[in-house]
């Protein structure tokens, strides 16, 4: 149709948000707009959410999604997740810069911020001895660390990326190396999984990652470093290259 219609979250900096002026950027954005350059179409973007993606990739509103979400099994009933995945989130904490806490081993006998019922909270109290606080929601469980009523909070490495992107946690960081790999797959409609479309953006992601293309946007948009991008760069690195 001469247009490239790609969802993305517009809430979930530095990934896909709203700028100033209400244009969604964002990693993931300026990949649609790799996609679209590839093409030789527009571009059109579609804020998404997490509960309604693939809904909007079924329902023909969108043609494909590049949206923060993790490859699982029963999604790849729903949608057409394609392969390889481009990107992952995994556990990690959020502590105070000046706390200096450099590893997972530092929160043993520990108290810890978490989310009522995320599996994140068994990994830490389980592999390294932590006391898990455990909160309702994360607004809860983010104030209670700045109320130092914990040394760390754990969560999903992507959402404390994106709170510590955001301006208001100027006095904390993400210390630890994550664990626990959720990669993340783009998605175009299940029918198309195998077809023109989905080989198409196979081969996008694949390139993404032999080029470096993901580790310069992931540097571009202020994201940490991830040893995810740095190995799959290495798996798929031109053997000619340099030669």
């Not at 809860?140 to 208001?168: F, H, N, P, T």
Request: glycine fraction near 8%.
């Amino acid at each position: 149709r001469g247009t490239l219609v790609v969802g993305v979250k517009a809430d979930y900096k530095p990934w896909g948000y709203r700028d100033a002026s209400g244009k969604i950027v964002g990693m993931e954005a300026d990949m649609a707009k790799d996609v679209a350059d590839a093409m030789g179409v527009k571009l059109e973007l579609v804020a998404v959410q997490s509960s309604n993606r693939m809904q909007f990739l079924q329902q023909g509103k969108i043609d494909m999604m590049i949206a923060t979400m993790s490859d699982r099994k029963d999604r790849r009933k729903i949608v057409g997740i394609t392969q390889p995945n481009y990107y992952t989130s995994g556990t990690n904490v959020m502590s105070p810069k000046a706390l200096k806490i450099r590893q997972w081993t530092a929160l043993k006998d520990k108290p810890v911020c978490g989310k009522q019922g995320a599996f994140y909270n068994k990994i830490v109290s389980k592999r390294y001895g932590a006391k898990i606080i455990a909160f309702t929601g994360n607004a809860e469980a983010k104030q209670a660390l700045r109320d130092r009523k914990c040394i760390a909070w754990v969560y999903d490495d992507s959402s404390i990326m994106s709170d510590l992107s955001s301006g208001q946690y100027n006095d904390f960081e993400m210390p630890l190396n994550s664990e626990d790999d959720n990669p993340w797959g783009l998605a175009v409609p299940r029918a198309e999984l195998n077809c023109v479309f989905g080989n198409f953006m196979s081969g996008m992601t694949y390139n993404w990652h032999q080029s470096g293309r993901l580790i310069e946007l992931q540097k571009k948009w202020g994201i940490q470093a991830t040893q995810y991008l740095a190995d799959k760069n290495k798996k798929f690195a031109d053997w000619l290259a340099g030669k």
